[in-house]
T-cell receptor
Framework: AQSVTQLDSQVPVFEEAPVELRCNYS??????LFWYVQYPNQGLQLLLK??????LVKGINGFEAEFNKSQTSFHLRKPSVHISDTAEYFC?????????????FGQGTELSVKP | DVKVTQSSRYLVKRTGEKVFLECVQD?????MFWYRQDPGLGLRLIYF???????EKGDIPEGYSVSREKKERFSLILESASTNQTSMYLC???????????FGQGTRLTVV
């Protein structure tokens, strides 16, 4: 069965420190990979996505993620976080299914940036 | 501006009631999804649809059904609401392949 596992439920970090949010997935077929962010009391929005090609992808707000096929991982990183990055982050995979796609999400990681 | 609109922001229903949650998208997307979001559990897929009248079970379909009679509308039905279905429900729509999913604002359902 397909699944997405986010290894950390909460990540506290100080402002200007680097951060890595971990994501592993399980699928027997090719997938597309996404990271979404949900700011407090707001809807989900796309941070970045991996479809093919270069395994390092850059997204909005200085975030980047690296696809590792052998480890089935798609970890999200930022070299220096800001208070405004405090939010919940979701890793997602789109699995090819019939004529469409099945989009499944991980459990979420709460990033808390402290001054 | 792309839009996914859920019919209600907040709902309070009684145990045993039949509940309808409606979702409409204006982007001509083939794929639509219903999730429930609970703290610590992330977004769990209830049902999804890749075409009109087509539906597929997600990871937690028990107690729910769906309807997609028109491309733009995807309805979630709680056949007999129970207190453990109290949750935030999110609808999303998406084009084919690696395109971005767009989400509605969510419906917070409380079953009493």
């Amino acid at each position: 069965a397909q699944s997405v596992t986010q290894l950390d439920s909460q990540v506290p970090v100080f402002e200007e420190a680097p951060v890595e949010l971990r994501c592993n997935y399980s699928s027997s077929v090719s997938v597309y990979l996404f990271w979404y962010v949900q700011y407090p009391n707001q809807g989900l929005q796309l941070l970045l996505k991996y479809l093919s090609g270069s395994t390092l992808v850059k997204g909005i707000n200085g975030f980047e993620a690296e696809f590792n096929k052998s480890q089935t991982s798609f970890h999200l990183r930022k070299p220096s976080v800001h208070i405004s990055d405090t939010a919940e982050y979701f890793c997602a995979v789109n699995i090819f299914y019939n004529q469409g796609g099945k989009l499944i999400f991980g459990q979420g990681t709460e990033l808390s940036v402290k001054p | 501006d792309v839009k996914v609109t859920q019919s209600s922001r907040y709902l309070v229903k009684r145990t045993g009631e039949k509940v309808f949650l409606e979702c409409v998208q204006d982007m001509d997307h083939e794929n639509m999804f219903w999730y429930r979001q609970d703290p610590g559990l992330g977004l769990r897929l209830i049902y999804f649809s890749y075409d009109v009248k087509m539906k597929e079970k997600g990871d937690i379909p028990e107690g729910y059904s769906v309807s997609r009679e028109k491309k733009e509308r995807f309805s979630l039905i709680l056949e007999s609401a129970s207190t453990n279905q109290t949750s935030m429900y999110l609808c999303a729509s998406k084009g084919q392949g690696g395109t971005e999913a767009f989400f509605g604002q969510g419906t917070r359902l409380t079953v009493v």
